[in-house]
């Protein structure tokens, strides 16, 4: 069951509707100047409904994968040709990494260590920014340009654990801005 | 070799394959996933020719190479909407919704009677269903086309079974008049009927019309059910605006009223229908999920 919140427009800037640190911060500041707004809506409050959140996200590390193919392409063929082939790479290195951690790694963790089922998608997440975060460290010691986008990864990634941890004694807070709302449960 | 078919484009194993990924691929990566499986179905021939046909049809003047990638759209809509749909029966998470035309969709939910709901492939049929459910106490009928695949029909109902609330309940469109039967003993006992009234199977009788110009049928149950029941059809569309955000748009209901003459009245209420059809379908295009030609003409 789902909570939701309805005929409220600016519960759309709910922190709970986003997934990280950084956007959650951002839609606190959003839902402390919005008006109130009242519209025929109804505002599931779910982590991950926030779809400019989920695009940049998306963007944000595909850009970042693709760089890590482009550097090496980039000393054989011109800019362009690389950053056209990068992409496509960096979609298929980022399809390989997420099956086989879905298929592989979490059923022999879930089966080492009887972790339950609900947390699949969770512990999955993990394990590929994980996978992601490695390479990373990887590419920022490289001596070419794509240093650069290994450290803007990390310094992003640090920022997001700091800010998350800042949040941490908040939690009731953020639970609170729900029922003042009008949060209420949908068993749809 | 009988396994084969399940990587046929209606085949089971993509229904596999898009429950592992709802579960599985983190949701910061899905928007990648599914913009590079719309891509990997568009190769799928016959259903881009289909979307590219009707689209010259809706769209009429438009180019060949404009609707390809129309027809791209098309499809990262439909994939989109397929994984909310197992989201959803899977773990509950439902999307946003914002409502059009909430008075006729208040007056639905308080109808004393039975009522059938006309709707189309576009956006999301059955989370729409879902969302009635969970705003009412009304039991809803939904009746859809089989799978073409009985692999994935099996898939299909076991999903279901699993998955969908008892206040939904899940009927198949075929010849058969015992259906027909007990979904006018589901409308009399004050049922909801959902029926998606835009395209015919083959073998289901039709009520000729056309749609933007073209000759097509849209099938003629709901239309013989609310005449025969007196119950009102009330048109509503479940329009995709965005990721996990649908539009729950609903039309003012009408009736088929009994006259001397039956097909009068067949064809004034089509008539209705096919209004809202097209003016919905012409700003939606790109959520109308009919992969084949829908008018002989464009085939």
């Known amino acids: ?188 | 070799m009988s396994w084969l078919r399940g990587f046929l484009v209606q085949g089971v194993y993509w229904r596999q394959m898009l429950r592992f990924g709802v579960l599985n691929i983190p949701i910061w990566l899905e928007p990648i996933a599914i913009a590079t499986w719309s891509g990997i179905f568009l190769l799928w021939g016959s259903g881009r020719r289909g979307v590219m046909r009707n689209l010259s049809a809706i769209l009429p003047g438009s180019w060949a190479v404009t609707n390809f990638f129309r027809a791209y759209r098309v499809f990262w809509n439909f994939a989109w909407t397929i994984a909310d749909n197992v989201r959803f029966k899977e773990t509950r998470v439902s999307p946003d919704w914002e409502f059009s035309g909430m008075e006729h969709f208040e007056r639905l939910q308080a109808e004393s009677g039975g009522a059938i709901i006309l709707t189309a492939h576009m956006g999301n049929y059955d989370l729409g269903a879902h969302l009635f459910a969970g705003m009412s106490s009304r039991q809803i009928v939904m009746v859809r086309a089989p799978e073409h695949d009985p692999e994935t029909q099996r898939y299909e109902e076991e999903l279901r079974g699993r998955t969908v609330g008892e206040s939904v309940r899940v009927g198949f469109s075929t010849r058969s008049g015992e259906f027909a039967l007990d979904l006018l003993h589901s409308v009399r006992g004050g049922d909801i009927i959902a029926i998606q009234g835009d395209r015919a199977i083959p073998g289901i009788s039709i009520i000729p019309t056309t749609l933007f110009g073209k000759r097509t049928g849209v099938p003629a149950g709901p239309f013989a059910l609310a005449m025969t029941s007196g119950v009102p059809i009330y048109p509503l569309f479940i329009v995709r605006q965005g990721r996990r955000r649908y539009r729950l748009v609903v039309r003012e209901p009408f009736h088929i009223t009994r006259t001397k003459n039956r097909s009068e009245a067949f064809e004034r209420g089509v008539a209705r229908w096919t209004g809202h059809l097209e003016a919905v379908i012409a700003e939606t295009w790109y959520q109308w999920f009919t992969f084949e030609p829908y008018s002989e003409e464009l085939a």
């Open chain 1, 1 to 188: 069951m789902t909570s939701v919140v309805r005929r409220r427009a600016e519960a759309r800037w709910l922190p709970s509707r986003f997934n990280f640190a950084l956007f959650r911060l951002f839609a606190l500041i959003r839902l402390r100047v919005a008006k109130r707004e009242e519209r025929q809506v109804m505002f599931v409050i779910d982590r991950h409904q926030s779809a400019a959140e989920t695009y940049l996200v998306a963007t944000w590390l595909l850009a970042t994968v693709s760089c890590f193919f482009a550097a090496p392409l980039a000393e054989r063929f011109s800019t362009l040709v690389a950053a056209m082939i990068a992409v496509p790479l960096g979609s298929a290195a980022l399809h390989v990494l997420f099956c086989s951690v879905g298929l592989f790694v979490t059923p022999a963790v879930r089966k080492l260590t009887r972790m339950p089922e609900r947390w699949t998608l969770r512990f999955d997440s993990a394990v590929v920014m994980l996978g992601i975060f490695v390479s990373a460290l990887y590419f920022a010691i490289q001596p070419s340009w794509v240093r650069i986008a290994a450290w803007q990864f990390l310094l992003l990634f640090a920022l997001n654990a700091i800010v998350a941890i800042a949040f941490l004694p908040f939690r009731p807070f953020l639970a609170r801005l729900e029922v003042e709302l009008g949060g209420e449960p949908f068993g749809g």
